[in-house]
């Protein structure tokens, strides 16, 4: 069984990142577990002075939870062009760490406008040693959805089909690995 750790790069209630990351949860493939993490509101801002033994529980839970997943997921929008700063936060407590190092990784996305935060997340990414797996994308159309209509969007045949597609080409980059 693969574990997967899906991150949303988005603390709002109504993220449609989070709606997708938690849709891959649910349609997660035999021999797939994906979890969703949500743990990203509860970090404390990092501070290089406050790692080793003095790092917060919150981060510490991040990092166990990057180091026991088999592969992560992330879903983040696109803020002024860029990276959530809740997300780049949750990264930069992985920097000194070995949990990201040579870690697969896959980017998921909810919106077809976030070329910006898709390049500069994959570049954050790629810079700290993940091993980021590029051959599919999975893209989801969701901005400016209701969460009613979100719902019945990743409920179409068509997008479950693409969510355990998706899954199933990431498990195989993870056990190729």
Known sequence: MLNILAISGSL???STNSALVEALARNAPAGCRVTVYDGLGRLPIFNP????????HAASDLIDAVTAA???IV????????VPGGLKNALDWLVSRDAAVAKPAMLAHASPRSLYA???LAE????????????????????????????????????VTAMRDALKAFAGFIRAR
Do not use: W
């Open 12 to 14: 709002r209630a109504a």
């Open 49 to 56: 002075d406050d790692e080793g033994e003095r790092t917060p």
């Open 70 to 72: 088999d592969g992560i």
């Open 75 to 82: 879903s983040c929008p696109e803020y002024a062009h860029g």
């Open 118 to 120: 898709r390049a500069a």
């Open 124 to 159: 954050i990414m790629r810079t700290m040693s993940f091993a980021l797996y590029e051959d599919a994308v999975l893209e989801i159309a969701l901005l400016g959805k209701k969460p009613p209509q979100v719902e019945a969007i990743l409920a179409e045949p068509a997008n």
